[in-house]
């Protein structure tokens, strides 16, 4: 098989490690790729979310299967474009990608599925986002309607900053804040098929102890010690195979990765929120585990043939990543500096850049995710800090605390 991975971040090389170990695969092509993917895959020169420039790629290469890992090129409607050559695509529709392009959009069809969420209200202007705010309470929780590369949620005890960030963005979704530890479980699906991935948490705020503003995640791990037993079950009966019928029903199937974010409440599982794509570092780890086969299992959603593909299986252990972000980060990432210690497996490359003279360097705000499997949490807990220690790069920083919480048995379900 022939694949052409598209997309150049922590998520794709993560990708393309698994497509690369496939003995299925016989050429990996990325585009553009980073340098971290550049030892396992030919790189090509293409922008991800141009559709007819992608769909004229994989019809030059041959590719087999095209496998979309961004969120903003399937927005794009990227898949339809590939599919429409004749070429399977992992990854949504345009259309069926709207559970992930407007978060208002993904309410509709929740309501309308019946899934269990926080109630919410779509805002367009000030007077309309100050009655939602009141009527919810602190904490405030207010999203960006619109793609925001995962730091479009502002979670405040602060009503001014919650106005702020609604008037900044136009059109917000205000919801009732979910009090549980947070689940991120990805689905494979075909439209119809669904098969689930190892629940996985991750961490989104910058700092230690889940301080200081979102960001695109700052690490993460899996399995989940502490989650109810029957979870992905329940989530499967009570949130995917309703909203994939939902979809069905409105003529737009949602076929590629489902990515369910969900919060365990006192009352059970909740949707946060839906992406129509792997998520970044959740995938870093939960590839990591996985035993069978990544290629084979992408074909089988893109082609339709997903309930006739095997049972899934998992390593033993566990495994974690931490993020080494830029100086700056989130807010404004310092870019150009140069890395050291980062070639060695486990380190893997979300935002890194060659420089003229063959040195690597820094080309975004998570610059690297290091990674690591162990017989258990702390062990592989352990094994991504050591990873952390031999790298190099001028003002970066890390959390320190990743997994920290699952590994001494702090974490609760309320109820």
Not at 54 to 59: N, Q, R, T
């Amino acid at each position: 098989m022939r694949v052409l991975l598209l997309g150049g971040g922590g998520r794709e090389h993560a990708l393309a490690l698994g497509l690369a170990g496939d003995p299925s695969v016989e050429q990996l092509i990325a585009a553009p790729g980073n340098p971290g993917i550049a030892s396992v895959a030919e790189l090509r020169a293409v922008d991800p979310c141009d559709p007819a420039a992608v769909a004229a790629l994989a019809v030059e290469t041959g590719v087999d299967l095209v496998v979309i890992g961004p969120e903003a090129p399937l927005v794009a409607g990227v898949a339809d474009a590939v599919r429409a050559k004749g070429i399977p695509a992992f990854g949504p529709s345009a259309e069926a990608a709207r559970l992930e392009g407007s978060k208002a959009f993904a309410k509709d069809v929740m309501t309308a599925a019946g899934v269990p969420t926080a109630r919410a209200y779509t805002c367009t202007d000030a007077e309309s986002t100050a009655r939602a705010l009141d009527e919810f309470g602190a904490p405030y929780v207010v999203k960006n309607d619109g793609l925001a590369a995962g730091k479009g949620v502002v979670v405040t005890d602060d009503r001014a900053a919650a106005l702020r960030h609604a008037e900044e963005c136009g059109r917000v979704v205000v919801e009732e804040y979910l009090a549980g530890p947070e689940v991120s479980l990805f689905v494979v699906t075909d439209g119809e098929a669904a098969v689930p991935l190892l629940p996985a948490q991750d961490f989104k705020r910058v700092g230690d102890g889940d301080t200081g503003p979102n960001t695109g995640g700052m690490g993460a791990y899996a399995p989940l010690p502490w989650a109810p037993a029957g979870l992905v079950d329940e989530v499967m009966r009570d949130v995917v195979h309703p909203t994939l019928a939902e979809m069905a029903r409105r003529g737009t199937p949602f076929a590629g990765l489902l990515y369910v974010g969900l919060a365990i409440t006192a009352d059970g599982p909740r949707v946060i929120e839906f992406n129509a794509r792997f998520g970044d570092p959740e995938t870093q780890v939960v590839l990591a585990l996985l035993e069978t086969p990544l290629a084979g299992l992408l074909h089988a959603a893109a082609t339709g043939t997903l309930a006739g593909h095997p049972p899934l299986s998992w390593r033993d252990g566990a495994a974690v990543t931490v993020v080494v972000a830029a100086e700056g980060y989130p807010a404004a990432p310092r870019s150009g500096d140069v890395i050291t210690g980062a070639e060695v497996p486990g380190v893997i490359h979300a935002g890194t850049r060659r420089a003229d003279d063959g040195a690597l360097l820094s080309s975004g705000g998570r610059v690297l995710c290091a990674t690591a499997t162990g017989a258990d949490l702390a062990a592989a807990r352990d094994a991504a800090y050591a990873l952390v220690a031999g790298v190099e790069l001028a003002g970066s920083h890390h959390r320190t605390d990743i997994a920290s919480a699952a590994v001494e048995g702090r974490i609760t379900i309320p109820g």
